[in-house]
C-alpha cells in the first residue's frame, strides 16, 4: 500500500467516524437526510445507519427534487 493509499483509507475512516457522530440519537430518516446533505453517498449513509442503499434513497428522494427548485 503506498502512502497515498493510506492516507485515503485514513481520512476514509476519519468521515465514517464524523459520519456516526453527526447521526448519533437520530432516526434512520433523519440520519439519512442529514449525512445526504453532508454530501456523503447512499452506501456510505447506508453503512453508516445499519441500513440498505434503496432505504436511504427513499429517505433521500425528495431532496434531489428540492436541490432542482421542484419546491
Do not use: Y
Not at 437526510?33 to 453503512?47: E, M, Y
Request: charged residues 25%.
Amino acid at each position: 500500500m503506498t502512502s497515498e493509499e493510506r492516507i485515503i483509507q485514513l481520512l476514509e475512516l476519519i468521515l465514517r467516524v464524523e459520519a456516526v457522530q453527526a447521526a448519533a440519537g437520530k432516526g434512520i430518516t433523519e440520519g439519512a437526510r442529514l449525512l445526504k446533505t453532508a454530501g456523503l453517498d447512499n452506501q456510505t449513509i447506508a453503512d453508516v445507519l445499519g441500513t440498505s442503499s434503496a432505504t436511504v434513497r427513499t429517505v433521500t428522494a425528495n431532496l434531489r427534487t428540492r436541490g432542482r427548485g421542484g419546491r
